[in-house]
């Protein structure tokens, strides 16, 4: 019985000892998602591949064939059933939204575990606390990269080019501290300075300026717009500042 050549596919991609290609891995899955039936042709060295390259005039692997006709890489294969391709240069809150969503959850399983219920003032401390270490973390994976940006906008770190390197540890150390209950003449200082600071910044760079430009909240190569999510954060850790300040005297 001939078979469907059009659900049926062709693959070249890389299988050699050293280097799994996960770009073919990937096309190879999608292409049996969407219900093909996948020649699967590993090559297996550089020579193997380069052979490949000159003999279909293609420069990149995976390259998919259906019926016949080339369709290309990965990207192209989802652009060929119809399906998203991320935009490397698109702004996207996404990265954090998914930390401000764990940190919640954080809080409301810390709260779970030592109060006993989620309904408390002190889930949205430890929110705050949380977001702060899990935002210092992303800065601190490349310090340079987030300094860098960073410049692009804060009026302290334009002024003092060295408090783009301070900024990320005083973050997170200002969230540990919240977080353990410890040294709050420390940390709620360093939150309500840092986090006043970054606002007038936003202020300036955004409402003010009119600048479009990315944030530098999640570390360097953020594609987060700089803006009302940026705000939000510095303006959380001022008033996580201010509390800690006035929660003995009440």
């Given at each position: 019985m001939p078979k469907d050549e059009t659900r049926h596919a062709e693959l070249y991609r890389m299988v050699m000892p050293k280097h799994l290609c996960p770009w073919g891995l990937k096309t190879k899955d999608l292409l049996e998602r969407e219900g093909f039936v996948v020649d699967d042709h590993p090559l297996r060295s550089k020579?193997?591949?380069?052979?490949?390259?000159?003999?279909?005039?293609?420069?990149?692997?995976?390259?998919?064939?259906?019926g016949g006709t080339r369709i290309g890489g990965y990207e192209d294969v989802r652009r060929h059933f119809g399906k998203p391709v991320r935009d490397p240069e698109?702004?996207?809150?996404?990265?954090?939204?998914?930390?401000?969503?764990?940190?919640?959850?954080?809080?409301?399983?810390?709260?779970?575990?030592?109060?006993?219920?989620?309904?408390?003032?002190?889930?949205?401390?430890?929110?705050?606390?949380?977001?702060?270490?899990?935002?210092?973390?992303?800065?601190?994976?490349?310090i340079e990269s987030f300094q860098t940006m960073f410049l692009n906008y804060d009026l302290l770190a334009q002024r003092q080019v060295r408090y783009g390197y301070v900024y990320p540890f005083a973050e997170t150390g200002a969230g540990l501290l919240m977080l353990a209950g410890v040294l709050t003449w420390?940390?709620?200082?360093?939150?309500?300075?840092?986090?006043?600071?970054?606002?007038?910044?936003?202020?300036?760079?955004?409402?003010?300026?009119?600048?479009?430009?990315?944030?530098?909240?999640?570390?360097?190569?953020?594609?987060?717009?700089?803006?009302?999510?940026?705000?939000?954060?510095?303006?959380?850790?001022?008033?996580?500042?201010?509390?800690?300040?006035?929660?003995?005297?009440?």
């Open positions: 020579e193997e591949t380069e052979a490949f390259q000159r003999a279909r005039d293609v420069k990149t692997t995976p390259q998919v064939f259906i698109a702004t996207s809150y996404r990265p954090v939204v998914a930390i401000f969503a764990v940190a919640f959850l954080m809080a409301l399983g810390l709260s779970w575990l030592v109060l006993g219920t989620v309904v408390s003032w002190q889930v949205l401390a430890w929110f705050i606390a949380f977001g702060m270490v899990l935002l210092g973390l992303q800065k601190l994976q490349d420390l940390a709620a200082p360093v939150a309500l300075v840092i986090g006043t600071i970054g606002a007038v910044s936003v202020i300036k760079a955004v409402y003010l300026d009119k600048r479009e430009l990315k944030c530098a909240c999640v570390g360097g190569g953020s594609n987060v717009p700089l803006g009302f999510v940026s705000l939000t954060e510095n303006l959380a850790m001022i008033a996580m500042g201010l509390w800690m300040l006035v929660r003995p005297l009440v």
